[in-house]
């Protein structure tokens, strides 16, 4: 149980584009979603937490216009970057919790590679 | 100040060995969790192991056990009989609700397992 899919697994884009990454929990309800972003050999930096039909919460330096958090349902929650430029290329890994559970369960992650 | 701290950033170990790695944390809440992930060169983030706050008993996930030192504050993770499959990166992470019960991450450690 517990397992959390994640799309793309690898995207490369232009500079300008948006790019989308989705994050679902596949066999629970997810009432709590995060995003983080993990630079290489460094640790997982939150971005942004997200619940169920309501505004994702960024954390402080997260530009909100610039990465949309949209969670409409209790299994899906999607990451937008917009305008991505060469500085957002980075591995992008959502986690999912649902209500009175302690563990956040993660995807598997999305690179994302800005030309 | 930072949460939780990972002194190891790599550690070796021969195979069917035991090995300890490191974790130090930091909060004034009496109600915290500490969680354990795997994370391998693929990416994802495994988690392994979680330690509550007022848990009697150390606790263990098959070859993973939690050393949970209350009043020093760390919580080490002991993995028994290493195999090769545990070379990955570690990282130890806290969920308080200072943090908005966020999980705060160590910046790991890198385990490699010796033939």
């Known amino acids: 149980g517990a397992v959390v899919s994640q799309h793309p697994s690898r995207v490369i884009c232009k500079s300008g584009t948006s790019v989308k990454i989705e994050c679902r929990s596949l066999?629970?309800?997810?009432?709590?979603m995060f995003w983080y972003r993990q630079f290489p050999k460094q640790s997982l930096m939150l971005m942004a937490t997200?619940?169920?039909?309501?505004?994702?919460?960024?954390e402080q330096g997260v530009e909100k216009d610039k990465f949309l958090i949209n969670h409409a349902s209790l299994t899906l929650s999607t990451l937008t970057v917009t305008s991505a430029h060469p500085e957002d290329s980075s591995f992008y890994i959502c986690?999912?919790?649902?209500?009175?559970?302690?563990?956040?369960?993660f995807g598997p992650g999305t690179r994302l590679l800005v030309l | 100040a930072q949460k939780i701290t990972q002194t190891q950033p790599g550690m070796f170990v021969q195979e069917k060995e035991a090995v300890t790695l490191d974790c130090t944390y930091d909060?004034?809440?009496?109600?915290?969790?500490l969680f354990w992930y795997k994370q391998p060169s693929s990416g994802e983030m495994i988690f392994l192991i979680y330690?509550?706050?007022?848990?009697?008993q150390n606790a263990t996930e098959g070859r993973y056990s939690l050393n949970f030192q209350k009043a020093r504050k760390s919580a080490n993770l002991v993995i028994s009989a290493s195999q090769l499959g545990d070379s990955a990166m570690y990282f130890c992470?806290?969920?308080?609700?200072?943090?908005?019960?966020?999980?705060?991450f160590g910046t790991g450690t890198r385990l490699t397992v010796i033939p």
């Open positions: 986690s999912a919790a649902s209500s009175g559970q302690e563990t956040q369960y």
């Open positions: 066999d629970f309800q997810a009432t709590t």
């Open positions: 997200s619940n169920e039909g309501s505004k994702a919460t960024y």
């Open positions: 909060t004034s809440d009496p109600s915290y969790g």
């Open positions: 330690q509550g706050s007022y848990d009697q």
């Open positions: 992470a806290m969920r308080d609700m200072a943090g908005a019960n966020n999980l705060f």
